[in-house]
Every structure is written in structure tokens, then in C-alpha cells.
């Protein structure tokens, strides 16, 4: 069966729980429209945390970034849903998601949300 999009992310057990480091995931794909338009906004994710008991395994981190594809968000609205989701599916100690979206009419957005 081909792989779909899906908002579920799945997680494994963090292999080193007593020891704090840090996990970067760049995402150079992430596609979402412009709510105003339809047009496509393209951005780069970049994803730093600190795990603390589980870690977000990577193949469903990326169908659940490609579910974005098809659906309107305003570049805040759609950096903190992330950040949202990841945090209420991991428990990160921290974790930073900066979203730097491709220029759009001249204007060059970068949103960067972080947990704690």
C-alpha cells in the first residue's frame, strides 16, 4: 500500500533517557497553501528538541508534515499548530521550530515558536 498523509505522528522510547541532547530535523519540503489565495507557500522546517521519554519517528513526521499540503494556513497559524502537535505527542524537555516560508510577494517570512 502506498504511504498516505496523516495527522497521527508515532514515537519510540528515547534511547538515552538519562542523558539531555538535542535532536535537529530540518524539513525542506513543507508545502501548505495560502488560505487568501490557494497558492502554494513553501518553507523549510527547521526542528530542534531535546527529547525527554520518547522521540518522533521520522516516517510518520513526514506524512504528517506532507498532510499540510492540500490545506490553507497563515504561516503563524500552521508553525504553531507543529509545534503544538509534536509537543502534545512527545513531551519534549524543549524544543524550537523555526519556518522559514519562501519569498511571497516580496516578503520573506520566518516564524519561530518554542516549548517551554
Not at 25 to 49: R, W
Not at 69 to 85: C, K, M, P, Q, S
Request: charge should be negative; charged fraction near 25%; hydrophobic fraction near 30%.
Amino acid at each position: 500500500m502506498p504511504t498516505q498523509p496523516s495527522k497521527t505522528l508515532e514515537t519510540f522510547d528515547n534511547p538515552k533517557p538519562g542523558r539531555d541532547y538535542e535532536i535537529h530535523l530540518e524539513c525542506p519540503e513543507f508545502t501548505c497553501n495560502c488560505p487568501k489565495t490557494g497558492q502554494p507557500d513553501f518553507a523549510t522546517l527547521h526542528i530542534t528538541y531535546t527529547p525527554d521519554a520518547t522521540c518522533v519517528e521520522l516516517k510518520s513526521l513526514k506524512t504528517y508534515l506532507w498532510s499540510f499540503r492540500d490545506e490553507g494556513h497563515f504561516h503563524e497559524d500552521v508553525t504553531n499548530r507543529i509545534l503544538d502537535d509534536l509537543v502534545a505527542a512527545i513531551a519534549p524537555k524543549h524544543m524550537l521550530i523555526e519556518a522559514e516560508f519562501n519569498v511571497r510577494g516580496g516578503i520573506h517570512t520566518t516564524v519561530t515558536v518554542e516549548h517551554p
